[in-house]
Nanobody, 118 residues
Framework: QVQLVESGGGLVQPGGSLRLSCAAS????????MGWYRQAPGKERELVAR???????NYADSVKGRFTISRDNAKSTMYLQMNSLKPEDTAVYYC????????????WGQGTQVTVSS
């Protein structure tokens, strides 16, 4: 059974930083792309950032220059470093994994709350 375990959310003041982690069970060989989505109250879920198995990255325009996605393939773990946080970054953040095997569905974490408020 595949599991994704997220950690690192919390309450932070505007301008502060947080680092989210997402650890996937098993070895790295089944993992293709990894990424983060977020969903704020009353809004649709949106892609924040993603990273390929080769390290190529994509970011939402709203977080470019402030967020950095990375992964440690040896640990099957992905990170999202979030700097210069704004109140509009407040949301539940979900990690996902796209498997190498196209017959498998994407896997999702349970979500972690990020609240940016003074």
């Amino acid at each position: 059974q595949v599991q994704l375990v997220e950690s690192g959310g919390g309450l932070v003041q505007p301008g502060g930083s947080l680092r989210l982690s997402c650890a996937a069970s098993g070895n790295r060989f089944w993992i293709n792309t990894m990424g983060w989505y977020r969903q704020a109250p009353g809004k649709e879920r949106e892609l924040v950032a993603r990273i390929s198995s080769g390290g190529s990255t994509n970011y939402a325009d709203s977080v470019k220059g402030r967020f950095t996605i990375s992964r440690d393939n040896a640990k099957s773990t992905m990170y999202l470093q979030m700097n210069s946080l704004k109140p509009e970054d407040t949301a539940v953040y979900y990690c996902y994994v796209n498997p190498v095997n196209p017959a498998w569905n994407d896997y999702w974490g349970q979500g972690t709350q990020v609240t940016v408020s003074s």
